[in-house]
């Protein structure tokens, strides 16, 4: 069946360094990728997303990459920020459906 | 704004029990969903509901069912609550197959 598989778990970084986030699906045919931000005690929201006509993306520090080719997306966050630790989550439509399959998680830890 | 609202933010029923989560959205989204969510596994997707007194089973549907008689409300029961299912459950919404909007989460302890 169809899976995302989501690296690493754990994350920690310096304030100000950059942190990549990368997941790997496995059916060919998804054609939506969202990643999702849940800080502690929250909601998940999300931040950025992708479609599969599209290669990269970008909204101020975060940008998402896709290589459809070798099925697998990235989540960058340049110059870090405390308020940037959370829980990231990234997701892969599952073709035909209204469904998406998520990654087990990263915590991003940003150490001031 | 899409505004997802959840019954409970936490709950704590005791084994055997019959537990009612409910979910409300005012944005007239088609699809609602219920997920589970555990530590190192991520949101796993219980039930998915796409249009009034319509559901579909997602991953782990067992010891679940789910109601929808109005088009923005989804609730997911809990028949006979057990400890494994002691956990956070996040209901989210989503127009087609647009970016999904979650609730604030129900923390449930079964006991």
């Known amino acids: 069946g169809e899976n995302v598989e989501q690296h690493p778990s754990t994350l920690s970084v310096q304030e100000g360094d950059s942190a990549v986030i990368k997941c790997t699906y496995s059916d060919s045919a998804s054609n939506y990728f969202p990643w999702y931000k849940q800080e502690l005690g929250k909601r998940p929201q999300l931040i950025i997303d992708?479609?599969?006509?599209?290669g990269e993306k970008k909204d101020q520090r975060i940008a998402v990459t896709l290589n459809k080719t070798a099925k697998h997306f990235s989540l960058h966050i340049t110059e870090t920020q405390p308020e940037d630790s959370a829980v990231y989550f990234c997701?892969?439509?599952?073709?035909?459906?209204?469904?998406?399959?998520f990654g087990t998680g990263t915590r991003l830890k940003v150490l001031a | 704004d899409v505004k997802v609202t959840q019954s409970s933010r936490y709950l704590v029923k005791r084994t055997g029990e019959k537990v009612f989560l409910e979910c409300v959205q005012d944005m007239d989204h088609e699809n609602m969903f219920w997920y589970r969510q555990d530590p190192g596994l991520g949101l796993r997707l219980i039930y998915f509901s796409y249009d009034v007194k319509m559901k579909e089973k997602g991953d782990i549907p067992e010891g679940y069912s789910v109601s929808r008689e109005k088009k923005e409300r989804f609730s997911l029961i809990l028949e006979s609550a057990s400890t494994n299912q002691t956990s956070m459950y996040l209901c989210?919404?989503?127009?087609?197959?647009?970016?999904?909007?979650f609730g604030p989460g129900t923390r449930l302890l079964v006991l």
């Open positions: 992708i479609r599969s006509n599209v």
């Open positions: 989210a919404t989503a127009f087609g197959a647009e970016t999904q909007y």
């Open positions: 997701a892969a439509s599952i073709p035909g459906t209204y469904k998406y399959i």
